[in-house]
């Protein structure tokens, strides 16, 4: 149980359009989901909080305006890279947390990530 | 914010040896999770500790919490190529609903 699927699992744009990325929590309803953005051999740097039904929370220094968040069902959250730039290239992973629970006991269950390049 | 400290960063060892992972916070955590990621993949949970002084094991990893719940060490017994990966404490953050903070990770590879 508990599984998230991210779409696509990787996708090679130009320069100046933009990205949808998908995450799906496949068999349990999330209220809340995350988005992190990774890079070479180094840990996952939490971008944004996605809660179903609000605005996301946005991490200091993370652009709202160029990281689109959209939380529209208890399933699906999805991020939209605007204008994407060479520099926007990494490893994006999705995680989300089972409805009900929150705070320390709130699980987080990780998609297997998209990696963007950006060209 | 609470900061989590992981040790060694990098890890190389022979198929058959043991291994520790250190994971220390000068915060208190309610609980810390363990994760391994391999290249290309998301983190996929290994175990939650809760309790000050647990131990828990899965096969061949034990997983301990200390007593004031500042830190947590996770042993692989007879490490196997299989291992391999980057491996990641996380914790909750106070007064963050949900959010965890990640240590920066210990990439460990096995050689047969």
């Known amino acids: 149980g508990a599984v998230v699927s991210q779409h696509p699992s990787r996708v090679i744009c130009k320069s100046g359009t933009s990205v949808k990325i998908e995450c799906r929590s496949l068999?349990?309803?999330?209220?809340?989901m995350f988005w992190y953005r990774q890079f070479p051999k180094q840990s996952l740097m939490l971008m944004a909080t996605?809660?179903?039904?609000?605005?996301?929370?946005?991490e200091q220094g993370v652009e709202k305006d160029k990281f689109l968040i959209n939380h529209a069902s208890l399933t699906l959250s999805t991020l939209t890279v605007t204008s994407a730039h060479p520099e926007d290239s990494s490893f994006y992973i999705c995680?989300?947390?089972?409805?009900?629970?929150?705070?320390?006991?709130?699980?987080?269950?990780f998609g297997p990530g998209t990696r963007l390049t950006v060209l | 914010t609470q900061l989590l400290e992981q040790s060694p960063q990098f890890l190389s060892i022979q198929e058959g040896e043991n291994l520790t992972v250190y994971c220390n916070s000068s915060s208190v955590f309610s609980s810390l999770q363990w994760y391994r990621q391999e290249p290309g993949e998301g983190p996929v949970l290994l175990v939650t500790?809760?309790?000050?002084?647990e131990v828990k094991k899965l096969k061949r990893l034990t997983f301990q919490f200390g007593d004031a719940r500042k830190d947590s060490s996770l042993h692989i017994t007879a490490a196997q190529p299989g291992d391999t990966g980057l491996y990641l404490c996380a914790g909750p953050q106070t007064d963050s609903w949900g959010k965890l903070q990640f240590g920066a990770g210990t990439q460990v590879v096995v050689t047969p």
């Open positions: 068999d349990f309803q999330a209220t809340t």
């Open positions: 995680s989300a947390q089972i409805t009900g629970t929150r705070g320390s006991s709130g699980t987080q269950y």
């Open positions: 500790v809760v309790t000050g002084g």
């Open positions: 996605s809660n179903e039904g609000s605005k996301a929370t946005y």
